[in-house]
């Protein structure tokens, strides 16, 4: 027993360490791709479908999410368990298309005046803020919730979860406002 409970702990910090590096390098090269002098030649045309591939990721990955709560609310865990997995997986296959996209294409400027300028930037700056900062507890609340830790699951979810729901309904918003700007 008490073997386990050490194989345990080393194995958790292994993991933790690799969520900590995890969560410092996305973000890194995300800034790095966006700021990047010369984007990758990628074959440009195909690129500019990916952000409207991307809203309908967002959008399927929120409704994992909100999904993943009734269920655990209802007492459903294999459901919960399932419906947060997917919504992880949509958030992977994310990443990878936004990387693709900010990688080879240019970056769109929005448009809009007055008000609704200022709304964007607000609802833009505070989407990539906590973009930027989710991941982390993301990977632990995953972690824990796959290895059955739910007490550790639990405290970490109270945050990981309201932010990752308004990271993925911010960036449908982004994308719904900015849309008619993109360059086709």
């Given at each position: 027993?008490?073997?386990?409970?050490?194989?345990?702990?080393?194995?958790?910090?292994?993991?933790?360490?690799?969520?900590?590096?995890?969560?410092?390098?996305?973000?890194?090269?995300?800034?790095?791709?966006?700021?990047?002098?010369?984007?990758?030649?990628?074959g440009q045309d195909w690129v500019f479908f990916l952000?409207?591939?991307?809203?309908?990721?967002?959008?399927?990955?929120?409704?994992?999410?909100?999904?993943?709560?009734?269920?655990?609310?209802?007492g459903n865990v294999p459901y919960h368990r399932a419906?947060?997995?997917?919504?992880?997986?949509?958030?992977?296959?994310?990443?990878?298309?936004?990387?693709?996209?900010?990688?080879?294409?240019?970056?769109?400027?929005?448009?809009?005046?007055?008000?609704?300028r200022t709304l964007y930037y607000i609802i833009l700056?505070?989407?990539?803020?906590?973009?930027?900062?989710?991941?982390?507890?993301?990977?632990?609340?995953?972690?824990?919730?796959?290895?059955?830790?739910?007490?550790?699951?639990?405290?970490?979810?109270?945050?990981?979860?309201?932010?990752?729901?308004?990271?993925?309904?911010?960036?449908?918003?982004?994308?719904?406002?900015?849309?008619?700007?993109?360059?086709?």
């Amino acid at each position: 027993m008490e073997t386990n409970r050490l194989i345990s702990a080393t194995n958790d910090k292994k993991v933790f360490g690799w969520i900590v590096a995890i969560s410092i390098l996305i973000p890194v090269v995300v800034a790095v791709l966006l700021f990047m002098p010369e984007k990758l030649a990628l074959g440009q045309d195909w690129v500019f479908f990916l952000p409207h591939l991307n809203a309908v990721i967002n959008s399927a990955a929120s409704i994992a999410l909100i999904l993943g709560l009734y269920f655990i609310k209802s007492g459903n865990v294999p459901y919960h368990r399932a419906a947060m997995t997917i919504a992880f997986g949509l958030g992977t296959i994310f990443l990878v298309s936004y990387v693709i996209y900010h990688a080879s294409a240019p970056s769109t400027t929005f448009g809009g005046e007055g008000f609704i300028r200022t709304l964007y930037y607000i609802i833009l700056i505070t989407h990539i803020i906590l973009a930027a900062v989710a991941l982390f507890p993301i990977l632990l609340a995953y972690y824990f919730g796959m290895t059955g830790k739910v007490d550790r699951h639990r405290k970490v979810v109270r945050y990981a979860y309201p932010i990752w729901l308004f990271v993925t309904v911010s960036g449908v918003v982004v994308y719904l406002m900015i849309s008619p700007y993109y360059e086709f």
